[in-house]
């Protein structure tokens, strides 16, 4: 069965700092790739998607992704953080044909002034 | 704006009695989800609607139910709610099924089992 993992549970980084999120995916045919992001007390919006094409894609709020097919990963990206950037990050994998989605645990990212 | 509405946003319901959580959504998708998230967990797909079709995951309980009177509203029922079934509940739309169509998540109800 495919499955989805997100290496960190928990990270706190300063203002300014840069975000790197772990995401890799067990699934060996065509994926469509999602970063949601659920900001305190709120829903989960899309940050970005990737389907095909440019494996580095560019999301809202300066959010940036590479797929990188042979390490079946899409890390999210962000070169400076600010304090609004604190929430919990969400990794997800479409594959068939339903659009059904399978999500990583999250990661709850805390950004400090 | 368009949207997803979940109605309430926090349910507290006892042991055994049954209990249903409602969705709306103003974007005219076809497509319905419903998942369970508890803590620290991902969202776990629980069944959609493809307009009136329903379609069951296989591991989802049977005291999960759930009901698409038209396209904008959707119901989830749990017949006879346990301790374990206290998660956060997330209803989703999205335009049409497919692996490249986004989803659109609404706030999400809690539920808390005494």
């Known amino acids: 069965a495919q499955s989805v993992s997100q290496h960190n549970h928990h990270v706190i980084l300063s203002e300014a700092a840069s975000l790197e999120l772990g995401c890799n995916y067990s699934?060996?045919?065509?994926?469509?790739l999602f970063w949601y992001v659920q900001y305190p007390g709120q829903h989960l919006q899309l940050l970005l998607k990737?389907?095909?094409?440019?494996?580095l894609v560019k999301g809202i709020k300066g959010f940036e992704a590479e797929f990188i097919k042979s390490k079946f990963s899409f890390n999210l990206r962000k070169p400076s953080v600010q304090w609004s950037d604190t929430a919990e990050y969400f990794c997800?994998?479409?594959?068939?044909?339903?659009?059904?989605?399978?999500f990583g645990a999250g990661t709850q990212v805390v950004v400090t002034p | 704006d368009a949207m997803v509405i979940q109605n309430p946003r926090y349910q507290v319901t006892q042991f055994g009695k049954p209990v249903t959580l409602s969705c709306s959504q103003t974007?005219?998708?076809?497509?319905m989800y419903w998942y369970q998230q508890k803590s620290s967990q991902a969202p776990k797909l629980l069944f959609h609607?493809?307009?009136?079709?329903?379609?069951n995951e296989a591991d989802t309980p049977d005291n999960f139910q759930s009901r698409r009177p038209n396209t904008s509203f959707c119901f989830l029922d749990i017949r006879s709610p346990g301790l374990g079934d206290a998660a956060m509940y997330l209803c989703?739309?999205?335009?049409?099924?497919?692996?490249?169509?986004?989803?659109?998540f609404g706030p999400g109800t809690r539920l808390t089992v005494l």
């Open positions: 989703a739309t999205s335009r049409e099924g497919g692996a490249s169509n986004e989803q659109f």
């Open positions: 699934y060996g045919g065509t994926v469509n």
């Open positions: 990737y389907f095909s094409g440019d494996p």
């Open positions: 997800a994998v479409s594959t068939d044909s339903w659009g059904k989605f399978q």
């Open positions: 974007l005219n998708h076809n497509v």
């Open positions: 609607y493809y307009d009136k079709d329903f379609n």
